[in-house]
T-cell receptor, first 115, second 111 residues
Framework: AQSVTQPDIHITVSEGASLELRCNYS??????LFWYVQSPGQGLQLLLKYFSGDTLVQGIKGFEAEFKRSQSSFNLRKPSVHWSDAAEYFC?????????????FGKGTHLIIQP | DAGVIQSPRHEVTEMGQEVTLRCKPISGHDYLFWYRQTMMRGLELLIYFNNNVPIDDSGMPEDRFSAKMPNASFSTLKIQPSEPRDSAVYFC?????????FGPGTRLTVL
């Protein structure tokens, strides 16, 4: 069974600084990988996804993520964070169907932005 | 498109009562998922449907939980009887088989 680990429960970053959120997955075949963001009281919004091809994927709101098969990682990055980026971030993995059988989520990373 | 619609947004009920959560998926999506989010367990898949047919309900915690999808535009998740440990945020999501699109969730509190 697949699993996702987000090692950082909380991360604090100053506004304007760069950001990297870590995600490690466990899956036997080629994974389908996703990053979602959840603002307080809201549902999850898709930031970006990786299915195949270029291992560096671009998403919305200036986010990008890099798939590294050798490290079983799919870290999320942003060069300069804004106060509005404060939220909960979830990494998720889908099976060969790309998510048709549901997604397995990590426990999330809570991002705090310092002024 | 209005996105995935869930109702109610908040539900407070007493232990033993029946609770029904509702979901309208994005038009044209053929997959529908119910997830539960708690602090302790994070996001868990409860059940999912493909073309209105339940495919996998292995995540449903107990027989007190049931879900239906009578047509392509409506699904319900029912808890009967409810217990305090069912308190959580319940999300509905729909997809075309890959990325999920989530509704705003229903925050359930069972007293």
């Amino acid at each position: 069974a697949q699993s996702v680990t987000q090692p950082d429960i909380h991360i604090t970053v100053s506004e304007g600084a760069s950001l990297e959120l870590r995600c490690n997955y466990s899956y036997g075949a080629t994974p389908y990988l996703f990053w979602y963001v959840q603002s307080p009281g809201q549902g999850l919004q898709l930031l970006l996804k990786y299915f195949s091809g270029d291992t560096l994927v671009q998403g919305i709101k200036g986010f990008e993520a890099e798939f590294k098969r050798s490290q079983s990682s799919f870290n999320l990055r942003k060069p300069s964070v804004h106060w509005s980026d404060a939220a909960e971030y979830f990494c998720a993995v889908g099976d060969e169907g790309g998510g048709a059988d549901g997604l397995t989520f990590g426990k999330g990373t809570h991002l705090i932005i310092q002024p | 498109d209005a996105g995935v619609i869930q109702s109610p947004r908040h539900e407070v009920t007493e232990m033993g009562q029946e609770v029904t959560l509702r979901c309208k998926p994005i038009s044209g999506h053929d997959y529908l998922f119910w997830y539960r989010q708690t602090m302790m367990r994070g996001l868990e898949l409860l059940i999912y449907f493909n073309n209105n047919v339940p495919i996998d309900d292995s995540g449903m915690p107990e027989d007190r939980f049931s879900a239906k999808m009578p047509n392509a535009s409506f699904s319900t998740l029912k808890i009967q009887p409810s217990e305090p440990r069912d308190s959580a945020v319940y999300f509905c999501a729909s997809s075309l088989g890959q990325a999920h699109f989530f509704g705003p969730g229903t925050r359930l509190t069972v007293l």
